[in-house]
């Protein structure tokens, strides 16, 4: 069951904060082994992806359902998130990075899946040569 976009903006909002907040009080256990480390960049990019939807929410009760993000909101959203991580361990914003772009490209492929209308291929038209 969905809910409306404000609904929406304040879940992820929330989810994002609560993801930051884990990753600073955790910042010992997650430094602790390589795998915890990698798992901190997973961590982070979740807060990205997160973030993004809040963002995409809030613009869209503010600016109507047909608004759509652009580049700005996107890379904004990635260096919140890779500061984030970075805050935790370098090598959790080099890991946050490949997982957001990977995350990125998925929202992206579900969204045209989702919203975009199929476009019908044009029909090539016969015509007659004139000799």
């Known amino acids: 069951m969905a809910v409306n ?9 929330i989810l994002a904060l609560l993801i ?9 256990l997650i430094t602790r082994s390589p795998l915890t480390i990698i798992f901190g960049g997973y961590l982070g990019s979740l807060m990205f992806m997160f973030f993004v939807t809040a963002v995409g929410n809030l613009e869209a ?13 996107i890379v904004l959203s990635m260096v919140i998130s890779l500061i984030a991580s ?12 490949i997982f957001s772009i990977i995350t990125i490209y998925y929202m992206n492929k579900l969204s045209q899946k989702t919203y975009v209308a199929p476009v ?12």
């Open 5 to 13: 976009s404000a609904t929406s903006f304040v879940l992820s909002s």
């Open 20 to 28: 930051f907040s884990g990753m600073q009080m955790y910042k010992p």
């Open 61 to 73: 009760t503010l600016f109507g359902k047909n608004f759509q993000l652009k580049l700005p909101e």
């Open 86 to 97: 970075g805050m935790v361990h370098r090598i959790c914003f080099t890991t946050c990075l």
């Open 120 to 131: 019908a291929a044009p029909v090539p038209v016969k015509g007659r040569r004139h000799k």
